[in-house]
């Protein structure tokens, strides 16, 4: 599956983005859906995850409350609605597909992912 993500940019604090990844190449709804981020100088880490059907997500602690995921299968495409955004937010954000089945939401290392989309800048100004 080809996943290419968008919908990044330059916001200040406070305000909201809402990212997106389309899928293309396979049945989209057979994947486990991620969202990574990534900062200059630091490891690619866990944001949020969405189940195959959409009725699972699960979060990292800091983006509760503040991100949402969700999928539209039809349309194949997962979403990353990110509200009251911080400069910490500040990154380059990836979304990924989990090749191999999955049950439940609750996928967050990197390596339970197999494919990969190109990633979209994120900036956060003070």
């Known amino acids: 599956v080809q996943l290419q993500a968008f919908g990044g940019g330059l916001v200040q604090a406070g305000g909201s983005l809402r990212l997106s990844c389309v899928a293309s190449?396979?049945?989209?709804?057979?994947?486990?859906m991620g969202w990574f981020r990534q900062a200059p100088g630091k490891e690619r880490e866990f944001v949020a995850s969405?189940?195959?059907?959409?009725?699972?997500?699960y979060y990292a602690e800091p983006m509760k409350g503040r991100f949402t995921i969700t999928r539209d299968n039809a349309r194949n495409t997962v979403y990353l609605q990110m509200n009251s955004l911080k400069p910490e937010d500040t990154a380059v954000y990836y979304c990924?597909?989990?090749?191999?089945?999955?049950?439940?939401?609750?996928?967050?290392?990197?390596?339970?992912?197999?494919?990969w989309g190109q990633g979209t800048l994120v900036t956060v100004s003070s």
């Open positions: 190449g396979r049945t989209f709804s057979n994947y486990n």
């Open positions: 990924a597909a989990k090749g191999r089945i999955g049950y439940g939401p609750a996928y967050v290392s990197p390596d339970d992912y197999d494919y």
């Open positions: 969405i189940s195959r059907s959409g009725g699972g997500t």
